[in-house]
């Protein structure tokens, strides 16, 4: 049976792979930063042979180009896509032999014209399941999304995404293993992606939304309309993996004086606070975004700074530049100008530093409750989001636009909410950067329609 390591990515919602026979192994759809690949692939004492791209990808820069060239690998690339660079074409119906694996390669169009997934095994007589790497094809209970070719191809996807899903299952038996890319939070995945740890094709049967809706013209109908705004910066990701990236640099970046650092502030730059976002609206070098580290840092910031700005980092400590760093790679952001490490009061005069209130929605309650002027309340989150429910009164504008839009924000002082105070924070920052009294709402949503204050 072959035996398939996972790569989490979860800051993007991705999944790379390891399949091998024990000694032979093919990395599929790898991430940018390489090290924790060949890191596993020596702990498992294993040969990388083989690369496969499921497709072109959208949501990240691929690793796979400079992983096929550093270790001699087979790039497989679908044949059908234009690239810069040598790779071994693979269309439908091609069977590659790699060590004791057999890669059989299926056409899957939908999440993109020339999608590709791939059933690897250790050839006849083999008595284990199968490994069904399916990218953004076939999820964890739904599809891939298929507006980000051309949104005016979002319904013709939709319905070679339905036939592919249904290829898929009616060719694989119920007991293989179904590992997809997408799926785990990323933006490429639609409908209800259920996310876990593992799937079968037999689980897929009775859970996937391409497998239990049996009428295509709803399948689709379903899938068009639950698809949501996606990250700006993807606009720029498949011309990058069809160029073919190169190695990374993950080395520190130059330190940046405190003298600099207001230089380039004044100068209009993007510099980027990591910290925590209330140890932020405490206190902050004016001029700085709050975008903490974690989970969604880079999604957010591919997502909202203009591509090709000059980025400058602020973090507590230099492992929290790095991570963020780590993070950014994966998206094309290959090197920031600069890094500072210090607390605010270490990088800025006092006269430089700023902060703002945090609140809950308990707070606004009673702020609206009370006899004087209402504040401002602007809600950041999505318009699906908006629509299933809203603070009466408040105004909206979806934290991706809000830089565009920031002379639509009422006067007055603003109470900025989102979901969970994440959106919001960054939010927060930037109409702070634009001299706006401010007060982060740092709290859940569902908080709000328990208090009464906000309506669905």
Request: net charge negative.
């Amino acid at each position: 049976m072959v035996e398939v390591e996972v790569i989490e990515t979860s800051e993007l919602g991705d999944r790379s792979y390891i399949a091998h026979d024990g000694a032979v192994a093919v990395v599929v759809d790898p991430q940018r930063d390489l090290d924790r690949v060949r890191r596993l692939l020596d702990d498992r004492g294993l040969r990388c042979a083989m690369v496969l791209e499921t497709h072109i990808h959208n949501d990240y820069v691929t690793g796979g180009l400079e992983l096929a060239r550093s270790t001699g690998a087979t790039y497989a690339v679908a044949a059908a896509d234009a690239v810069g660079f040598d790779r071994r074409p693979v269309a439908d119906g091609d069977v590659l032999t790699v060590g004791g694996l057999r890669i059989r390669v299926l056409a899957t169009p939908g999440h993109t014209d020339t999608h590709l997934a791939y059933v690897v095994d250790t050839g006849p007589g083999d008595e284990g399941p199968a490994a069904l790497f399916s990218g953004g094809s076939l999820l964890y209970g739904s599809v891939g999304r298929t507006d980000l070719v051309d949104p005016a191809r979002t319904e013709e996807l939709a319905r070679a995404q339905f036939h592919s899903a249904r290829r898929l299952a009616g060719l694989c038996a119920d007991d293989t293993r179904v590992f997809p890319t997408h799926g785990f939070g990323s933006f490429c995945s639609s409908g209800s992606a259920t996310g876990g740890e593992s799937a079968t094709i037999g689980q897929e049967r009775g859970r996937n939304d391409a497998l239990t809706e049996h009428d295509e013209d709803a399948f689709v109908a379903r899938l068009v309309a639950g698809l949501t705004a996606y990250p700006r910066y993807y606009a720029h990701m498949g011309a990058r993996n069809r160029q073919g990236p190169g190695p990374v640099d993950l080395s520190a970046p130059s330190p940046v004086s405190p003298e600099e650092l207001h230089k380039r502030i004044t100068a209009g730059e993007w510099v980027v606070d990591l910290r925590d976002r209330t140890a932020y609206a405490a206190e902050h070098v004016a001029g700085t975004i709050g975008i903490a580290l974690g989970l969604h840092f880079s999604t957010y910031l591919g997502w909202l700074i203009p591509w090709e700005t000059p980025l400058t980092l602020i973090g507590d400590t230099a492992q929290q530049v790095a991570d963020a760093q780590r993070q950014l790679v994966r998206i094309g952001i290959d090197r920031p100008d600069g890094a500072a490490v210090g607390t605010p009061g270490e990088l800025a005069d006092a006269r430089e530093l700023r902060g703002y209130r945090t609140a809950t929605f308990a707070d606004l309650a009673a702020v609206h409750a009370g006899q004087g002027t209402r504040p401002v309340v602007l809600d950041v989150r999505r318009d699906d989001e908006r629509a299933a429910g809203m603070v009466p009164g408040s105004a909206h504008i979806p934290l991706h636009s809000l830089l565009e839009r920031l002379a639509e924000v009422p006067a007055g002082q603003v109470w900025v909410h989102c979901a969970s105070g994440f959106r919001a924070s960054i939010a927060a920052s930037l109409l702070d950067r634009a001299g706006r009294d401010v007060v982060l709402i740092d709290d859940e949503y569902a908080t709000a329609t328990g208090t009464g204050t906000a309506l669905g």
